[in-house]
């Protein structure tokens, strides 16, 4: 209470008078290495919900009828929401088929192939697929090449590898993927995804332009409107935004970015085109939405036969890398956005690969019937989020694919009514969203100098400071993911943070030393030294020079006894193997003592390369050590006597106290035993 009453250290509370009784409960550990084992097949796999109801978001089976009736409201911002996320869809969707230089509807066809793939097969509800930029990107050079008809090959081809990615697991080394290299791929995201809007309020007149309404005279392609037009523009976006953010706040039930496209129609329509003679781009200015059913493309009548390439060696050829570069940013993608909707929905995705199985079969399906295909669409994640999606219900995937179906074959007209400014704005909110704002300040406060940094004007802005390495792979992923693509800015993230890692641990090994004396004499029987620290690679040249090999006793010990070290690698043995032989050298045996079971599988499996060292191992789920012969086979979890070793290592007897090994010559051993007498 804080009147000082309490005993002497000043805390202000009584000391109980009497004991307190507590009770203690053991539960079980729960280590590192259990948080990181993939659930068991039989709760995971998908397959094993045929003939039942799901139980989790990533069954493919659907839960019972009283869940979606019990929880109906949620059903109903589901449906909501896919339906204004495939809003969003179709303006991306025209844009990315510009870029790669085909078909407005070639774009638009992926939107519900792919999309209703991996939203009803997929492990990720909530997510979004379609065409994507990335996809764009690595097929226009070779479009313009050879044109479309090599793009179908392309996209099969891209199915094929992202199938061998989820046959090997790939998805699951998004564990190697650093924060800094998230935090710079959302940046470069928004940044990406804020510089594509730019083209709606440009003129399209170039010879692939899909407008339906010709251009101004005296304008040539990419030049900014201007004027009026301009000025409405800029109004409706602001419109949207303000819509938006009023509706998050006040409006429940309604996906936020549906009441900013309502808004926007509403002065479009009403106030605009009836009350004066100005008007604002709408899409079905921009584009045709409209179409039927895809072909598959070799029966398709408007590719003749000399503008699909032949199926030949040559043509896979061609194919594999262009594919590959697109399957891994694809992968790449998925997995990342996997990531992010896990934490805008706070929940969680233990079969990755079954997304990516979904993704690839969804752009087989895409390339037979003739489109470029498609990915996660990152934007439209966030949206469809955003709007309300949980991640619980496949709802809102399959009804923005389905939407985006009806659009292309009878409600086209509804769809090419909505003004370009409105998804502008839509999009402009997930790129403020996407960004990570405080990021600015976690950079600036690591590369600014530490006098700056302690001033009294920037103390307040710069205690977010973090390893400069991590500003710095922060600034590369973003650059290079912008410059190239999102592949390549994410794996030089996670390259740059590994060296980094292991050049700042290889300083970190370091050993304490333990001399062992005989109890009768006084003289030295063995050094022992505790290693601290993992020994692989990046520390193997360090460890040498930490033993004293000319002044040590005649037997010498390196303990390991903590779970963090151990022997990692080639490297890691190879070091042994020279601290071995430069104690043989001085007729002198060196013994690695307390290795973990984890370290035994290392050396283990090289067991002849083992020469200038013997080593034990502390069992599984024990105390006790196994000592390892090395001219006999290794049989784990069986200790073997002490054997004349190789290379005329002399004959050692063991003696155990408690769980410690003390490790003697013959000599010593009786003398402790005649002191003991």
């Known amino acids: 209470d804080g009147d000082g009453d309490g005993d002497d250290t000043g805390h202000g509370y009584d000391k109980p008078s009497d004991p307190i009784e507590t ?24 397959c094993c919900t045929f003939g039942k109801w799901g139980s989790e978001p990533y069954h493919i089976t659907p839960y019972p009828p009283k869940t979606y009736i019990r929880d109906w409201k949620q059903c109903l911002k589901e449906v909501l929401a896919g339906i204004t996320t495939s809003f969003a869809q179709v303006p991306g969707s025209i844009a990315f088929a510009a870029i790669a230089g085909v078909d407005p509807l070639l774009g ?43 793009l179908f090959w392309i996209v099969l081809t891209i199915s094929l590898w992202q199938f061998i990615f989820a046959l090997f697991s790939l998805p699951r080394l998004i564990a190697l993927v650093p924060r800094p290299a998230m935090i710079g791929f959302s940046n470069a995201l928004a940044i990406i995804i804020f510089k594509g809007q730019l083209f709606a309020f440009q003129f399209d007149c170039g010879p692939t332009s899909s407008l339906k309404t010709p251009c101004p005279d005296g304008v040539t392609d990419g030049d900014y409107r201007s004027g009026p037009e301009l000025y409405f523009m800029i109004m409706q976006v602001v419109i949207t935004l303000i819509g938006c953010v009023l509706a998050m706040k006040f409006i429940r039930g309604v996906p936020p970015s549906m009441v900013g496209i ?15 003679d100005y008007s604002t781009p709408i899409i079905g200015e921009v584009s045709s939405v409209s179409g039927g059913l895809p072909k598959l493309f070799w029966n398709d009548p408007q590719y003749p036969n000399d503008a699909i390439p032949p199926l030949n060696w040559n043509t896979f050829k061609l194919t594999l890398w262009p594919a590959f570069i697109a ?57 469809n989020c955003m709007n309300g999606a949980n991640g619980r219900y496949r709802i809102s995937g399959i ?18 009514a909505i003004p370009v400014a409105s998804l502008v704005g839509v999009m402009f909110l997930i ?69 980094g890692y292991c050049w700042k641990i290889g300083f970190s090994i370091s050993t304490t030393c333990e001399l062992v004396k005989d109890a009768s004499t006084g003289e030295p029987i ?42 990692h690698d080639l490297s890691a043995l190879h070091c042994l193997n020279v601290i071995g032989e430069k104690y043989s050298k ?56 002490a054997v004349e070793r190789a290379h005329g290592v002399r004959r050692r007897r063991t003696l155990t106290h408690s769980t410690r090994n003390y490790h003697v010559g013959e000599e010593a051993l009786l003398s402790s035993i005649e002191t003991v007498v």
């Open 23 to 46: 009770v203690t409960e053991v539960v079980p550990s729960f280590t590192l290495q259990q948080a990181h084992e993939p659930v068991p097949r039989k709760q995971c796999s998908s």
């Open 108 to 150: 638009l066809h992926p939107a519900w192939i792919i999309g209703f793939f991996t939203s009803a097969f997929g492990s990720r509800p909530a997510m979004i697929n379609g065409a994507t930029g990335v996809r764009a990107a690595t097929v226009a050079p070779f479009v313009a090449e050879y044109g479309v008809g090599m």
């Open 262 to 276: 309502i808004l926007c129609i509403i002065v479009e329509w009403a106030i605009l085109r009836q009350a004066s």
């Open 327 to 383: 399957a891994a940013a694809g992968a790449v993608e998925a997995v990342m956005t996997m990531e992010v909707v896990n934490d805008l929905t706070d929940s969680g995705n233990p079969a990755p690969n079954q997304q990516i199985y979904a993704l690839a079969a969804g752009n087989f399906l895409s390339g037979l019937v003739g489109t470029m295909g498609g990915g996660a669409t990152i934007g439209e994640s966030i949206l």
């Open 399 to 416: 009804v923005a694919s389905l939407m985006m179906f009806i659009y292309i074959m009878f409600a086209s007209k509804a769809i090419e």
């Open 431 to 499: 790129a403020f969203t996407a960004f990570e704002w405080e990021s600015l300040l976690m950079v600036m406060a690591a590369l600014m100098p530490e006098k700056w940094r302690n001033s009294k004007f920037m103390k307040r802005w710069t205690i977010r400071k973090i390893e400069r390495l991590d500003a710095i792979v922060i600034i590369v992923v973003v650059v290079l993911t912008m410059l190239f693509d999102l592949f390549t800015g994410v794996m030089a993230g996670v390259a740059l943070t590994s060296i």
């Open 526 to 567: 063995k050094k022992i030294y505790r290693v601290h620290g993992p020994l692989f690679f990046a520390t193997a040249l360090r460890l040498p020079q930490l033993f004293d090999y000319k002044n040590d006793p005649a037997i010498v010990e390196a303990h390991f006894d903590s779970i963090t070290t151990g022997v």
């Open 586 to 641: 001085e007729e002198k045996e060196f013994h690695v003592m307390k290795l973990h079971h984890t370290s035994a599988k290392v050396l283990r499996k090289a067991h002849d390369l083992i020469r200038h060292f013997t080593y034990t191992v502390i069992e599984e789920g024990t105390d006790s050590v196994q000592e390892v012969d090395l001219d006999e086979p290794f049989v784990p979890h069986v200790a073997q006597a």
